[in-house]
């Protein structure tokens, strides 16, 4: 059965370093008809379950630990009894938001998940945060980066945890040498194109963070 992306965005905040923002996040769900995957649970089961639908959750991954991406994956998992998988260089900033709750296993580099007939390749992208992940999915043309590289470029590197040259080198060494016409679907905001964010390297490097 062919895989899909589906997708909806949930509205909340966003709190790191005693400072709070609003954000909408993107939630991206990618399967078949019969089971899935989903990428984040930032802010509302109830939004996300009807994406899901009726579907088996195969897990939740997350791209990153920060609150705005993690806050309602436990009460995702108890709904679904999908397992929560993170990268563990992130476990410091998900014991900020879930302390003495531990995500129920790890992602890492070049793991690979399948669900349907699909597989989503787990890509290590740190600078965002140290345990940033982006998942892609040849068979589809689509990466999932969080929020290591938006539609006009790499994401904050201000706060703790994060490190602007080390985002920078994930995008370039990582994201950039996908296909061009990859499809980026990110953590907040538009789509982009691997094509399209390219030729703009040395302008980031230029404006820094």
């Known amino acids: 059965m062919t895989a899909r992306v589906d997708h909806t965005v949930t509205s909340g905040t966003f709190s790191l370093d005693g400072q709070t923002f609003d954000v909408d996040n993107n939630v991206w769900v990618v399967g078949d008809d019969t089971?899935?995957?989903?990428l984040d649970a930032p802010h509302d089961v109830a939004a996300i379950r009807r994406v899901v639908g009726d579907r088996r959750v195969v897990a939740i991954l997350a791209t990153h630990a920060h609150d705005d991406h993690v806050r309602v994956a436990p009460d995702l998992a108890k709904a679904t009894?999908?397992?929560?998988?993170?990268?563990?260089?992130?476990?410091?900033?998900?014991?900020?938001v879930h302390p003495g709750?531990?995500?129920?296993?790890?992602?890492?580099?070049?793991?690979?998940?399948?669900?349907?007939?699909?597989?989503?390749?787990?890509?290590?992208?740190?600078?965002?945060?140290?345990?940033?992940?982006?998942?892609?999915?040849?068979?589809?043309?689509?990466?999932?980066?969080?929020?290591?590289?938006?539609?006009?470029?790499?994401?904050?590197?201000g706060r703790s945890y994060s490190d602007f040259a080390t985002i920078v080198e994930s995008i370039r060494t990582r994201l950039l040498t996908l296909p061009a016409d990859t499809v980026v679907h990110t953590g907040h905001g538009d789509d982009t194109t691997v094509g399209a964010e390219a030729p703009h390297l040395q302008e980031w490097l230029a404006r820094g963070h």
Request: proline share 9%; with cysteine; charged share 15%.
């Open 35 to 38: 089971e899935c995957v989903v």
């Open 81 to 96: 009894g999908a397992p929560i998988l993170l990268h563990p260089a992130d476990r410091v900033l998900w014991d900020l």
């Open 101 to 157: 709750l531990a995500p129920d296993g790890e992602l890492t580099d070049g793991q690979e998940i399948t669900v349907g007939d699909t597989v989503l390749r787990v890509l290590h992208t740190p600078g965002h945060s140290p345990g940033a992940c982006s998942f892609h999915a040849p068979a589809l043309g689509a990466v999932f980066t969080g929020d290591t590289l938006f539609a006009g470029g790499p994401g904050a590197t």
